[in-house]
C-alpha cells in the first residue's frame, strides 16, 4: 500500500511542478516581458495559478482527495485553452471571443521554434497536469 501512495505521491507532485512552472512563466512573461495577458491568457491565470497551491497541500501530508478538487480547475483550464489555441489557428472568429478590451485574443505575441504560442504552452500544461491527476486517480485502491 505503500507503494502505491508514493506513486500516486509522485504523480500529484509532478502536476504540482507542471502548474508551478506554467505560473510561474507566465508571471515571468508579463512581469518581466512586459507582455500583457489578453482576456482569454486572465482566464487560464484564473485556473493554473491555484492549482499551484490547492497541489501543494494535497502533498504535505498527501490527500487522495486532492484529485477531485484540483481536476475540475484543470479541466476548465484545458477548455479555454484549447479555445484559445483554436481562435489563434483561425478556427474560431474573432467576434465569438470575450476579448472586446485590450490586447486581441488572436494577437500572437511569442512563436518559438515556429510554432510554439503562448496558447499552446497553456494547452499543455494543462494537459500534463490533467494526464497526472487522472493518472493517480486511476491508481486508488478500488
Not at 38 to 64: K, N
Request: charged share 10%; net charge positive.
Amino acid at each position: 500500500m505503500t507503494s502505491l501512495n508514493d506513486s500516486r505521491w509522485t504523480l500529484v507532485f509532478l502536476g504540482w511542478l507542471t502548474a508551478t512552472v506554467a505560473t510561474l512563466g507566465a508571471l515571468f512573461m508579463s512581469e518581466i516581458m512586459a507582455l500583457a495577458p489578453c482576456v482569454l491568457c486572465w482566464y487560464q491565470r484564473i485556473f493554473m495559478f491555484p492549482l499551484v497551491v490547492i497541489l501543494a497541500l494535497g502533498l504535505f501530508p498527501f490527500d487522495p482527495k486532492v484529485v477531485r478538487y484540483a481536476l475540475p480547475l484543470g479541466v476548465i483550464g484545458l477548455a479555454v485553452a484549447a479555445f484559445h489555441l483554436l481562435l489563434v489557428a483561425g478556427y474560431i472568429p474573432e467576434t465569438l471571443t470575450p476579448c472586446r478590451q485590450g490586447i486581441p485574443c488572436s494577437t500572437v505575441q511569442i512563436e518559438w521554434f515556429g510554432f510554439l504560442t503562448i496558447p499552446l504552452l497553456s494547452f499543455l500544461a494543462f494537459l500534463t497536469v490533467n494526464a497526472l491527476l487522472l493518472a493517480s486517480s486511476m491508481r486508488s485502491p478500488k
